[in-house]
């Protein structure tokens, strides 16, 4: 078989090497951004935006003003130190004005939480568990987290339903 790389006088095409190395290159680099937007949330829908929607990275939500919550859920063992930030502070940022979240998961889970819970409890998006960053595949990029402990009517299912983990959409509505 001969090699597509040669040409007919067995010397090398050097010019066939680098249309696929540059080919090679932009397919990676298309990947990481497609795995860049995965470790993003996107919040759209009603809120103030010129371009429809803003962006919010687990570093965004770092450099934020962070808040913990240590809580026991039905996910983890034990009481568990969540970190991120307030969703009705994230909810602010972007000028929300709706009555429902429709958050949805990077595997396309999606689920539906009154915008009341974020003002009348501690909710946050959770982007560090017990200090290390959410794991990849498993939680991250973010997650839904309910004081659950501070108040008993939080520690049932209604409320361990809204709690979404792989968050990476949320639709004000």
Known sequence: MANSFAKSDGSINYGKY??????????????????????????????????????????????????EVVTNS???????????VLLRDILDKVEADGSVLKATAADGFTVDIPISDAEEYKVIIAYKMDGEWL??????????????????????????????????KITVE
């Open 18 to 67: 680098l249309v696929l190395a540059v080919m090679t290159v932009l397919l990676v680099f298309s990947a990481s951004l497609v795995r860049a937007d995965e470790h993003q949330l996107m919040i759209n829908g009603k809120i103030t935006s010129q371009n429809g929607a803003i962006y919010f990275s687990p570093g965004d939500m770092a450099a934020s003003s962070p808040i």
């Open 74 to 84: 039905p996910w983890t063992t034990g009481k568990t130190r969540f970190r991120g």
């Open 135 to 168: 794991e990849e595949g498993v939680y991250a990029p973010f997650w839904i987290i309910y004081p659950y402990d501070t108040d008993k009517n939080l520690a049932q299912e209604k409320y361990y339903g809204r709690s979404i983990w792989q968050l990476t």
